[in-house]
Each structure stands twice: as structure tokens, then as C-alpha cells.
């Protein structure tokens, strides 16, 4: 049933990329409102699915690479969905459902367990510690698509396109604001999970440690390089995109050789 | 019932003509109730704009009222002239036409449809209007809004200056309490920054190598004027800067403006070059954070803009014939009841 409703989800969000796209490329007003619905509908059913896998593991869904790799497209809706319309970026959603489907495909096609993993002992620490990693990292992939759209619309400007994509992108300075106070919220999340890994005490992987701790300094350097020598706009977008395409890369493995015994 | 339209457009006349039938709102009640006295007219909406006269009016006999329409637009200019006639549902389509601005001189310019729906209200209150011409007009702004919503005939700019506004949109966002600088006082600098403080710009500084013309042009837009020699002082807090000097070589060169950019926090420049020769070296625009257009690239624009527009005009007319139809539909039906 889980699963089922992923791909649903899935569905769901794939109409909104298409939705979305029609409407960077004619116009249309209503796809906008289209590609909207069908992220809160993929949103609600992935929600339902984790719902439905807390249930059957006894704990959080954060116990398996599958998990990981579901919840992880969970918050990165949640927070488009929580600071799209604040930051007046509603177009965030034409680049997070792509993002987000293909979260989706990888954990429902690729070769890994998706069998539930029931916890033995549980420690409510170690469940938010996961819990709010995820949410950080949710913050630093909308960061990056932020980045992304500036990238992209910052060439428009630059190369003097009046195309139609230009009409349809948020303004470089709303991006550039939406970049930065994103990848502010990731680091703070992430903080939080640290902290909240801290106080639970539980056993660490030193590779686990030091990589994802890695990841945190590298974003903390960047934050407060760029508030006492603040940086151009399209240098922060870029760092963006690479450190978190590196996490996208390093998290799965610092996964997998955590749960090795 | 039948609608008619007699009028004169920018296409059809020139404006020592259409001048002379150019209706003033204080004028307007006037107007209608001679137009309302004509044999056979139920009712009647004049509109009359910069580019355009036109009357729509509804009646039960399309010869009467031609004629009348003719013979009143002929007293009031007291002279021959090139009117246009069009009776059902050439009318309608008319004017479903013009309120999606594809009659206008800039094809799916905006402001057509308000001074539309004013000429609609002004009729309106003057008892002017009948059942028939009510839902027409309804439908035609309906038929805008559509055409305007599902096509691309209203996008971009089509000026200069309206281009550099845009662009400065896509740049900054709000334009509220940006800072505009113009670098030598010319007439297409000084209509760019007068569009630019139409959209909430705060502050425009001018500097020209005549002080006095710098003071002049600061004046009449509500600028300050700074000396040539100190623009570079006053830049770091610049986030628009218009240029269109005289001087013969590059003024904006990538080596200056690299060092100027260090004290802007990272905040982007949009650079406008209106001058000939071009006052800014090209080579600024690799500068992060740096966008600069001349003249070429923002008429380049226009240009494109229009391409755009043109190229949707197909698929609007075909919108436009759906809704004739079905007005035209509606109308038959309805044709024997009383206005």
C-alpha cells in the first residue's frame, strides 16, 4: 500500500513538472495553479506513505536507505511548499517536482531493500536527529534549485535573451534572497541535528561523522564567508549547487556504510 | 437586432483628421444623445481615443443607421472622410479586436481595453446603452481577458524605455527606493529614467559635463544634480546607471568598475548605454553582478517583442472568431426581443 501511494506520488509530481513547463514555455495561467495542486496531492500521498511505513516500522521512516531517500522528497516539498509563496517563488515548483520525482523513481526502481526495518531499542534523540538532518537537507536542495534558477536567469540577462523562460523566472535579486535565507534555514536545521545526535548518544561510524560533519562546516563556511566578505550572487547560487550535489552523492554512502555492522 | 460601427482609426486617418471628430469626456453626453437622436439607433458607445473614433451602436435597421452615423460624423467635421462601416458580425469582431489591442498602432498594447471599458461606463451612465450592447461590451472584455490570458500578445516591451524597466524588474524585483544615475543629460536617458520613476525608483542622480543641463533635467524629473567630476563618489549606492555622454571613448571601462563593484556588497548593476559612440566597454558585462545593454540589445528587444506579438496574432484571431460566433449566436436568438 506504501509504495502504491508513491507511485501515485509520483504521477502526481511528473504532472506537475509538465504543468510547469508548459507554463515557462506559453504562458498559460493555469498551469501554474495546476502545477500547485498536483505538488500538494503528490505532498499528501507521499505523507500518507510515511505515515503508513511509520506504522509498519514502529518508529520514524528513517531506517533504510529507501526511507532516506523518501522522506528526504517529503521535505523538500514540505519546504517549497512552506516558503514558495513567502519568497513569491511559486515557480520553485517546476524545478523541486523533478527534484522530487526523482528521489521517488530512484527508491521505488533501483536495486535496494525495500522491506521495512523494525528498530529494536528506540531513542526519541536519534529519531529527531534523523528527522531534522533530512528537513536540513530538504532546505539545502531548495537551495539549490534556487541557485539553479538564478544561474539560469542571470545567463538570460547576461546573454540579453528576452525568452520566454525570462518572463517566467522570479527576478535574479528574489532568488538571490531565497538562495541565501535557504541555505540560513538548512544550516540551522541542521545545527538542531547535531545537537539532537549529540544528546542521544548513540553510536557513531566514524565515517558517518566526519563526512556529514564535513558537509556542515562546508556549508557553515560559505555562510559566514559570505557575511563578513559577502560574496556575488551567482558565486553563492554555484556553491550551492556543488555542495549539495555533493551530499547528494555522499549521503547515500555515509548511509549504507553506517548500517554496516 | 444589429450592431453597427462607424469610425476612424489611426490606419485610416491622419491625426489633422481624426482631430477634428476627437470626442472630450465633458463632451461625450452631448455626443451620445445626438448620435442616440438618429433614426432607427437603440443605443450607442463612442469611443474615442488618441488612435481611434469609433461609434457602436444597436438598431434594427443597419441602412438608417449607417447613414445617420455618416451624416454626423460629416457635420461634425464638415468635411468629406474616410469612415468605416461595419455591420454584423463584422462589429462584433471589430471590436472584440480592438479591446485585445490587436487594432491598436502597438499591436496587444493594454491600454485600449480601459479606454474601453470607460467609454462603456460613460454610455452606461448616460442611459446610452441597451441589453444587447451591454452584453457586447461584457463579451468583448471578456474576449481580452482570454486572448491576453492564453497568448503571449500582451508580453514584453515595446519601448526603450518600458524595456529598461522590465529589465530592471527581472534584475531587482521591487523598484521601490532604487537609485537611478544618468551620466550625461539626453532626451532618450531622460524618458528611461522618467519610466524607471513611474515604477517607484526613489532617488535619480544626474551629472552632465554642463552642470546647468544636469540641473535643468534633475529638476524636471525630481532628481538631484551632482558635477561630472564626482559621479564616481556617489556610485557605490547606484543600482541603475543610465549612460548617454558625448565623450569619445569608453567611460565605464571593466578595470574601473571591478574596483567600484568591491564596495557594493555584492548588489547588482544594471547598466543602460544609450550613448553613440558607447560610453560603457562591453567587456563589463563578464563583471559578476554586472548587466549591461546598449542601445542595440534593448531595440533588439523591441524588435523581438513585436516578432513575438506579431506571430501570436493567428491563434488570436481564431479565438476572437469562436467568440464572434458565439455573440453572434447569442444575438440571433435574442433578436426579436426589445432593447
Not at chain 2, 502597438?106 to 451591454?134: D, F, M, N, P, W
Not at chain 2, 524597466?165 to 522618467?194: H, Q, W
Not at chain 2, 566597454?281 to 545593454?293: K, Q, R, S, T, W
Request: charged share 15%; net charge positive.
Amino acid at each position: 500500500m506504501d509504495q502504491t501511494l508513491l507511485y501515485a506520488a509520483s504521477a502526481s509530481y511528473a504532472l506537475a513538472f509538465v504543468a510547469a513547463a508548459q507554463g515557462l514555455a506559453r504562458t498559460r495561467r493555469w498551469t501554474g495553479a495546476f502545477s500547485l495542486g498536483a505538488i500538494i496531492v503528490g505532498f499528501v500521498l507521499t505523507s500518507w506513505s510515511l505515515y503508513l511505513r511509520g506504522g509498519m516500522e514502529g518508529s520514524c521512516p528513517l531506517n533504510s536507505l529507501y526511507d532516506v531517500l523518501v522522506f528526504q522528497s517529503w521535505s523538500l516539498v514540505l519546504i517549497y511548499l512552506a516558503v514558495g509563496p513567502a519568497y513569491r517563488l511559486s515557480l520553485l515548483g517546476a524545478f523541486t517536482s523533478p527534484l522530487a520525482l526523482a528521489l521517488l523513481l530512484i527508491a521505488l526502481f533501483s536495486p535496494i531493500s525495500r522491506e521495512p526495518v523494525v528498530r529494536q531499542a528506540l531513542n526519541p534523540w536519534v529519531e529527531t536527529h534523523a528527522a531534522l538532518s533530512m528537513i536540513a537537507y530538504g532546505g539545502f536542495g531548495l537551495a539549490c534549485l534556487a541557485g539553479a534558477m538564478y544561474l539560469v536567469q542571470e545567463h538570460q540577462l547576461k546573454a540579453r535573451r528576452f525568452s520566454s523562460l525570462l518572463h517566467g523566472l522570479p527576478p535574479i535579486s528574489d532568488l538571490a534572497t531565497a538562495n541565501r535565507r535557504l541555505l540560513l534555514f538548512g544550516f540551522v536545521v541542521l545545527t538542531a541535528g547535531f545537537l539532537a545526535g549529540l544528546l542521544s548518544a548513540m553510536p557513531v561510524n566514524t565515517i558517518k561523522f566526519w563526512g556529514s560533519l564535513g558537509l556542515w562546516a562546508i556549508y557553515g563556511i560559505i555562510l559566514v564567508w559570505n557575511k563578513w566578505w559577502p560574496l556575488p550572487a551567482g558565486r553563492m547560487a554555484f556553491a550551492s549547487i556543488v555542495v549539495f550535489a555533493a551530499a547528494l552523492v555522499t549521503l547515500p554512502a555515509i548511509q549504507y556504510l553506517s548500517s554496516r555492522p | 437586432m444589429n450592431i453597427v460601427c462607424a469610425g476612424l482609426n489611426h490606419e485610416s486617418a491622419p491625426v489633422g483628421v481624426r482631430e477634428r471628430f476627437a470626442v472630450a469626456a465633458q463632451d461625450m453626453t452631448d455626443v451620445l444623445r445626438d448620435v442616440r437622436a438618429i433614426d432607427g439607433l437603440a443605443g450607442a458607445v463612442v469611443l474615442s481615443t488618441c488612435n481611434r473614433v469609433e461609434i457602436y451602436a444597436a438598431n434594427l435597421c443597419p441602412v438608417k443607421a449607417t447613414d445617420g452615423l455618416t451624416q454626423l460624423f460629416r457635420e461634425r467635421a464638415g468635411v468629406e472622410i474616410p469612415l468605416y462601416l461595419h455591420d454584423t458580425p463584422r462589429s462584433v469582431r471589430h471590436l472584440f479586436r480592438v479591446a485585445s489591442g490587436l487594432d491598436s498602432m502597438v499591436i496587444g498594447e493594454t491600454e485600449i481595453l480601459g479606454q474601453v471599458k470607460q467609454a462603456y461606463t460613460a454610455a452606461s451612465e448616460c442611459g446610452a446603452t441597451t441589453r444587447h450592447l451591454h452584453k457586447l461590451f461584457q463579451h468583448a472584455f471578456r474576449v481580452a481577458k482570454h486572448v491576453r490570458t492564453e497568448t503571449q500578445i500582451t508580453r514584453g516591451a515595446t519601448s526603450v524605455g518600458a524595456v529598461a524597466v522590465e529589465l530592471a524588474g527581472k534584475i531587482f524585483g521591487d523598484l521601490t527606493g532604487r537609485r537611478v544615475m544618468i551620466l550625461g543629460a539626453g532626451e532618450t536617458s531622460e524618458r528611461t529614467a522618467r519610466s524607471l520613476v513611474s515604477r517607484g525608483v526613489r532617488t535619480v542622480i544626474v551629472s552632465n559635463r554642463t552642470f546647468e543641463r544636469a540641473a535643468k533635467l534633475a529638476e524636471e524629473i525630481g532628481g538631484m544634480a551632482i558635477h561630472f567630476d564626482n559621479w564616481q563618489n556617489t556610485f557605490p549606492d547606484v543600482d541603475i546607471l543610465i549612460c548617454s555622454t558625448s565623450a569619445p571613448h569608453f567611460i565605464i571601462t571593466p578595470e574601473k568598475l571591478a574596483t567600484m563593484m568591491k564596495a557594493r556588497s555584492g548588489r547588482p548593476l544594471f547598466v543602460i548605454d544609450l550613448a553613440v559612440p558607447r560610453d560603457a566597454d562591453p567587456e563589463i558585462n563578464a563583471i559578476d553582478g554586472v548587466f549591461l545593454y546598449d542601445i542595440d540589445s534593448l531595440e533588439g528587444i523591441v524588435r523581438q517583442t513585436l516578432e513575438v506579438r506579431r506571430g501570436e496574432l493567428d491563434r488570436c484571431e481564431e479565438m476572437i472568431g469562436d467568440h464572434v460566433r458565439s455573440f453572434v449566436g447569442w444575438l440571433r436568438t435574442h433578436y426579436q426581443m426589445r432593447p
